[in-house]
């Protein structure tokens, strides 16, 4: 009950919300729509978290654990905020090939986040992705949305390097 | 609003006469391989410098699918002079504009790539590269909806399926079901409620075909959707696509609204009792979703567990009710089936493999991209004639069909035709058709360490033999590759593939053994290279005595 | 007599041979004092499987016409002999110097039986296996301790990273699960040996039995 | 045993509409008269012929996952489980080959090595399913590495403690709370080798809103994973009694 009432007043203060209802009731708010929804809380919050989860787990009658079972079951959801910027690396198999393991590891070395991670700094997020459909570029890496196609470690490096130093300027 | 037949017809001459001044015609491909590398940015420019030069009476920028060969983006495919213009960019523009009706421009001509398109025989990309994928228009100029108003007013549903089942498709996700007999089962469900299901949740590392069709030629997998609900006496459709694919969901969304809006999709459809309509649900990133069951528990909105089967979703599927689910390249299939016959369709191909098949090239190979080539091609063609050959003029060593549920199959077998039944004896599978060719430098206990990871990652967790089996290989597969092997990690490896193979709930765990089982039966060697000698003979894994023994 | 010894007995146990054969005790204990040479090995356990061999109370008088005792933690030799016929290990391998001893043990022994649940499963041994070997010793040396905090590194041996069960490090020929392994089972496990036969404890013991 | 009609995914099967057949097959040799709707597993108990489980419970829906009760089935190409597969006619099964059990241990020592089974300090010692089956087949040590784990105790509930440690995801008790309580407490969160059985929204069991306390996970639970506070090494007894006067009660009420 007490879920119900923060996610209303939150509901009051955040317009974000509306999207979220909508998506609930163009499925008639039957329990069937918890990925759409759930894909809907991530498209405009960037993340679920727990007020999300017992929000939506309320408003489509879906048990709690119910709701966290198909959170998690799905790597595309992700319960902890990204970074403000995300790096992601895909490990198809023809990136995998063509050397996404160096990048991932070179990352590593560099920023000190494996992929999952975000930066203490809240600033950089590395994400793999199991497969882009990007394969004739392979390897692939996305950075904010914008996918280039045969990058070398130390590409990656630079790109991800000048978003840090872009952000202390300002 | 209904459409008759007429209005197709006529809504095709419209689309003819606009093109009817047009000279000269410059498709470029926007495509996620060419648009990330700024084909969508050539495109303005063609169109703005066009507008400035005021060509555009007989001059057409083109936003068009997939041209296929997506290593040496962004593609240019000029009509009707048949030139390809690879790599593309924003300062070519004016030179190219220039060369119209002259002579093509050498420096991006890529003709030497010429028996990439040429060996292709197109069926399910005929419109990619052709059609705008955001017009319904196009697509019904090409020939499009024809078929689903031939099976709705000219055929009744057992003469679709008869089609269907006479042209001998099967199955193109994986697996190589007869595809005439999955309909001929649904449409015999005895139920009123029944469902049509896209699968298009593509997961296997190293494959592209479906993305590539939903954004180059939407319309043609709705279609084959509509002909399948009224074959098997569906009213309601799902695309079950990637939420990694947001360029395909935003124009399978839009091709879809067209529809509607058009009337072939919705009430009565071209004046029949036909109802259909589709929705798109999005995938959230699990691959064990292709498995049909788990596919269904994913779009009732729980976590995506295959369940036993029988019963099979023909008879209890979505929501219970009979439900057949395909691929999009099966999908992709049916119309021009039902518009040349099953008979047509049963010419192409081998005896037990009809029509063609669409690969996604990828890895140590010239031409990367996506290819469409007739059933029984053999290997080395696809290889060294369409692809190219190998770069660096390294050695071939292995072509990994068929992803994670794959194998990886030697050069030995490169003459042997591309069917389901030779994959099949060389300990792969067809799979949904990515190709990943491999040279000397990759390592084959890696890459069978890599499919395992994969594997154990995507695994559900529902059956032990899966959830647990796979990480035991993943972790031998790793000691091995670290060089900390011992010699009874093979014959423990082989028990356990054996193990999975056997007793897992699901097609994911049954065929996830496949990498490492086929890498042990043609490259045990280099397995025992790294156990013994502890060295890599690829040069990829780093194992510790790797540099002493070098 | 030996015709009919199979490897793998009729419940699926397997009999792990290392060349050796049953006969062998025979020839071997008229060879030598007559007796059958039997070791017993502690590593990292808690005693207990020793405790459950004595248990077999008056009958160890009747064993021990038959049986040597050559190397053990309940009579007083130092090095491990070599050529005995039978070696009973309990405990699992946790440190460096059991890893060595196993590995003596083993090129000594005729036929090894993992003795108990520890040297089968590892068992308690390995409760400490899901953490880092420095937060175990912290805690129970540092954390833990009122006096004298330290973590001591010298003169006792070093902990491996994990403690395994001796399978994984050597080949066993025997299992003979329990925690501790009733005295029965173990009376049984020595006498059948003893009448030249494979012995078959299922039933007679169990995984925390 | 109580009568069960009920389809293998927990579906009540309408008799009025659906009247049973009677067939007949073959299990282990012997011939066997079994109506359409029963499965393998439960035709063979109710001769005699005793297929290991693990997942399955009586009053229970049926999940399939935990693959011990695979038998060989004559002209089928796989291994079926059991639990879920009906019997047909003329359907000749094997329940007790020597590859099947070897299959079947091998799939035992593999729930061994995923979590951390320490019989010998375990509340259940003695009293486990786990720990049975060992013994029925014959599991006299586990010849695949362990792989270690480190899984967390919830002892936040006034009156029950979950060890992770212990646990085998038959989602026994994930069931019995959804089908028979009711509340759906509990389900399974992540995938694969991180799946986890949890409360509400991952929460301390102590803090969920949902649980009513009622205990019929604990006593569903086979191995130790789920117990009652205060109980030592092997006094946790499972009482699963209530189970089929439940279903029955249940539907009597319903009628």
Redesign the interface.
């Known amino acids: 009950m007490e879920a119900k009432v923060g996610a209303k007043t939150k509901e009051a203060q955040d317009t974000r919300w509306r999207f979220v209802n909508r998506t609930m009731r163009l499925h008639g708010n039957a329990p069937h729509a918890l990925i759409e929804t759930l894909h809907s809380v991530q498209e405009h919050f960037g993340f679920l978290d727990t007020d999300s989860l017992k929000y939506v787990a309320n408003a489509l009658h879906v048990p709690l654990s119910l709701v966290y079972g198909v959170a998690t079951f799905y790597h595309y959801f992700t319960l902890k905020p990204p970074g403000d910027h995300t790096c992601v690396v895909c490990k198809g198999t023809a990136c995998y090939i063509g050397g996404a393991a160096t990048i991932l590891n070179t990352f590593e070395d560099e920023f000190g986040i494996g992929p999952g991670e975000t930066t203490s700094d809240g600033k950089i997020s590395l994400v793999t992705a199991r497969c882009l459909g990007s394969c004739g570029l392979a390897p692939a890496v996305v950075f904010d949305g914008e996918v280039k196609g045969r990058m070398k470690a130390d590409e990656v490096l630079e790109k991800v390097r000048r978003w840090t130093e872009n952000d202390t300027n300002v | 609003m209904t459409l008759t037949f007429e209005d197709l017809q006529q809504i095709a001459k419209i689309e003819k006469d606009k093109q009817e001044g047009i000279k000269y015609q410059i498709n470029v491909c926007v495509a996620a391989g060419c648009l990330s590398c700024q084909s969508g940015v050539v495109k303005e420019s063609l169109e703005r410098e066009v507008n400035r030069r005021g060509l555009e009476n007989w001059t057409r920028v083109k936003g068009v699918g997939c041209l296929g060969l997506c290593a040496v983006g962004p593609l240019l495919y000029l009509e009707p002079d048949g030139v390809y213009y690879q790599g593309v960019q924003v300062s070519d523009v004016s030179e190219i504009l220039d060369s119209l009706g002259g002579s093509p421009v050498s420096r991006l001509d890529c003709s030497s790539h010429l028996p990439f398109f040429k060996r292709q025989q197109k069926i399910v990309l005929e419109n990619c590269g052709k059609v705008d994928p955001e017009s319904i228009e196009d697509y019904i100029a090409e020939g499009g909806y024809q078929a689903l108003y031939t099976a709705l007013r000219a055929m009744t549903p057992n003469e679709v399926i008869d089609d269907v089942a006479t042209s001998g498709l099967r199955g193109r996700g994986g697996a190589g079901f007869p595809t005439g007999l999955k309909w001929t089962a649904v449409s015999k469900a005895f139920n009123k409620t029944k469902f049509v299901i896209c699968n298009a949740d593509e997961g296997d590392p190293g494959a592209f075909m479906d993305r590539s069709v939903l954004e180059s030629d939407p319309h043609r997998v709705i279609e084959g959707m509509a002909i399948a609900g009224a074959a098997v006496g569906a009213t309601n459709g799902f695309i079950y696509v990637r939420a990694e694919y947001p360029l395909a969901v935003r124009r399978l969304r839009h091709a879809i609204a067209q529809a509607e809006r058009l009337g072939v999709l919705g009430k009565n459809v071209f004046n029949t009792t036909f109802d259909f309509e589709i929705k798109v649900r999005l995938g959230a990133g699990a691959f064990v979703c292709g498995e049909e069951t788990a596919l269904i528990a994913s779009i009732e909105g729980r976590r995506g567990t295959p369940r036993p089967r029988p019963p099979f979703p023909a008879e209890f599927g979505l929501w219970g009710f009979p439900t057949l689910i395909n691929n999009v390249e099966t999908f992709a299939n049916i119309p021009p089936i039902i518009r040349n016959g099953g008979d047509w369709f049963a010419e192409i191909g081998t005896e037990k493999s009809k029509g063609t098949k669409v690969f996604a090239l990828a890895g140590r190979v010239n031409n990367t991209g996506l290819i469409e080539v007739p059933m029984g091609t053999p290997l080395r063609d696809i290889v060294f004639d369409i692809g190219g050959g190998i770069p660096e003029n390294r050695r071939f060593k292995a072509v990994q069909t068929g992803g994670p549920s794959g194998g990886c199959i030697p050069e030995q077998f490169l003459d042997m035709p591309v069917d389901y039944e030779s994959l099949a004896k060389v300990g792969s599978i067809m799979g949904s058709g990515g190709l990943i060719i491999m040279d000397e430098t990759s390592c084959m206990v890696d890459v069978a360490k890599f499919f395992m990871e994969f594997c154990m990652s995507e695994s559900c967790g529902k059956c032990v033999p899966c959830r647990v089996g796979t990480t035991q290989i993943y972790n031998l597969l790793s000691s091995i590759t670290n060089g900390t092997g011992k010699s009874a990690d093979i014959p423990n490896l082989e028990e356990l593939c054996d193990l999975v193979k056997n007793t897992s709930l699901c097609g994911l765990g049954q065929t996830s053994p496949n990498p490492v089982m086929s890498t042990l039966r043609y490259f045990r060697d280099e397995y025992e290279a790294h156990i013994h000698d502890k060295t890599c003979p690829a040069g990829a894994c780093n194992c510790g005595g790797s540099k002493e023994a070098k | 007599m030996n015709d009919n010894i199979k490897k793998t007995t009729p419940n699926g146990w397997t009999i792990e041979n290392n060349g050796w054969a049953l006969q062998d005790f025979e020839e071997q204990a008229a060879a030598s004092s007559g007796k059958v040479k039997v070791a017993t090995v502690w590593l990292d356990g808690c005693s207990g499987c020793h405790m459950s061999f004595l248990d077999i109370d008056e009958k160890i008088i009747g064993l021990a016409d038959l049986i040597e005792i050559v190397y053990s933690p309940l009579v007083d030799i130092k090095q491990f002999p070599g050529g005995v016929d039978v070696t009973l290990v309990e405990g699992a391998v946790s440190s460096d110097e059991d890893e060595e001893k196993i590995h003596e043990i083993r090129n000594g022994t005729n036929l090894l039986i993992s003795f108990g649940d520890c040297a089968v499963t590892a068992n308690v041994p390995a409760m400490r296996n899901q953490f880092k070997v420095d937060d175990v010793l912290t805690r129970a040396y540092v954390e833990n301790a009122t006096f004298n905090q330290q973590i001591p590194r010298f003169g006792v041996p070093r902990l491996l990273k994990k403690a395994r069960p001796v399978h994984e490090i050597v080949n066993v020929d025997l299992f003979l699960p329990g925690c501790p392994p009733p005295s029965d089972a173990i009376y049984y496990v020595l006498g059948e040996l003893l009448e030249g036969r494979i012995p078959d404890p299922k039933g007679k013991t169990r995984f925390g039995a | 045993m109580t009568e069960q009609r009920l389809h ?2 927990g ?1 009540p099967l309408r008799t009025d509409v659906n009247p049973v057949r009677l067939l007949m097959c073959k299990i282990d040799g012997k011939d066997i008269s079994a109506r359409e709707d029963e499965t393998i597993l439960s035709v063979a108990r109710q001769n005699g012929i005793n297929i290991p489980t693990l997942c399955h419970l009586d009053g229970l829906s049926e ?6 009760c ?1 038998v060989e089935v004559k002209g089928a190409p ?2 079926l ?1 059991s639990c ?2 009906l019997v047909r006619q003329d359907m000749e099964v094997t329940t007790n080959s020597e590859r099947v ?3 079947r ?3 035992l020592e ?5 979590r ?1 089974h ?5 509340v259940s ?2 009293q486990c399913e786990l ?1 049975a089956l ?2 029925e ?2 599991m ?12 967390s105790i919830d002892a936040t509930h006034s009156r029950f403690s979950v060890d992770h440690n212990r646990c ?2 038959c989602a026994r008790c994930i069931r019995v709370c ?1 089908e028979v309580e009711g ?13 986890k059985v ?5 929460q301390p069991w102590g803090d969920s ?2 649980c009513t306390g009622c205990g019929k996970c604990v006593h569903v639970c086979p191995t130790g994973a789920l117990s009652e506070k205060g109980k030592s090494v092997a006094e946790m007894t499972k009482r699963r009694q209530f189970l089929p006067y439940l279903q029955l009660m249940r539907k009597e009420g319903q009628k």
């Open positions: 293998p995914r579906k999940r399939g996952a935990c693959r011990l695979i796989r291994l489980p879920v597969t059990t070897a299959y241990r091998k799939i593999l729930l061994f090595t995923e951390n320490v019989c010998s300090v375990c010692n003695g720990q060992s013994v087949l014959g006299s040590h586990v010849h695949f590495d362990y792989i270690y784990p480190r899984h085998v995801l959804d509340a759906h407490v509990m389900d399974v969160m992540g995938r694969g080798i991180t799946a949890i409360t509400d929204l991952s809103e949902t």
